[in-house]
């Protein structure tokens, strides 16, 4: 079995749902957590592939970008889909995940800077129509879905990073797992309930992000 190391920040983040891919699989890694803004970061950064945290080391092979690793470990660890067409489905969610993170920092950043104002401009303007669009596609999906799961019959890599955006989102106040996404909810639920996952969830470290 290769040594793999796993670099991120003491965040869920990009990484998490690469942590949990370890953790249904059994598979033993080592969980690198750097403090942002330390000088330890400031002397790893320039040795990073791209400059930035997530990467994965396997045995000194390092791999940049979240949904590259999570990509790498699901094919290895058999959470990619069954098929071409299934893993295409994976990739398809990510992508639009990714589309939706965009506006979700914004709301972050209206958040952080503490302007009651801006933050319901960006709300109503920019975060809810995205919300929107992301969670009426999401919906679709799962109305069509016969396992409750994203794509095929089981857990793939999507339903991680969906189910993890969705904590992220209730955590800054802007999704309700008793309010109308009921969908949604039982997906993250049924995700959480997976019990390699549960033990994972219930022993890491909180953060909001
Ligand atoms: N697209 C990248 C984004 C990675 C990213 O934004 N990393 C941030 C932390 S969340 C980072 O390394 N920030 C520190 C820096 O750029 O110095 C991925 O998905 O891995």
């Known amino acids: 079995m290769p040594q793999y190391k796993l670099y991120y920040f003491n965040l869920r983040g990009w990484a998490e749902p ?17 403090e942002n803004g330390t000088p330890e970061w400031g002397a790893l950064k320039p040795k990073t592939p791209f400059g930035q945290l997530p990467f994965l080391s396997v045995d000194g092979f390092e791999i940049p970008q979240s949904a590259a690793i999570l990509r790498y470990l699901a094919k290895k660890f058999g959470y990619a889909g069954k098929t071409s067409e299934e893993e295409a489905w994976v990739d398809a969610i990510v992508d639009q995940f990714k589309d939706f993170v965009t506006p979700l920092r914004q709301l972050i950043m209206a958040q952080r800077s503490g302007n009651a104002e801006e933050i319901e401009r960006i709300q109503k303007e920019v975060f809810a129509p995205a919300r929107d669009t992301f969670f009426k596609i999401l919906n679709g999906i799962l109305e ?17 990073v969906i ?32 019990p390699e996952i549960k033990e994972h969830n219930s022993s890491r470290p909180d953060s909001v992000v």
Not at 18 to 34: G, N, S, W, Y
């Open 18 to 34: 690469a942590r949990q891919l370890f953790k249904l699989a059994h598979v033993e890694f080592e969980d690198v957590r750097i």
């Open 163 to 194: 189910a993890d955006i969705l904590t992220t989102m209730e955590m800054l106040g802007v999704f309700d797992k008793h309010g109308e996404e009921q969908k949604l909810a039982a997906l993250r639920e049924k995700v959480n309930e997976i």
């Open 144 to 160: 069509k879905s016969k396992s409750g799961f994203l794509v095929g019959d089981g857990v793939t890599w999507a339903d991680l």
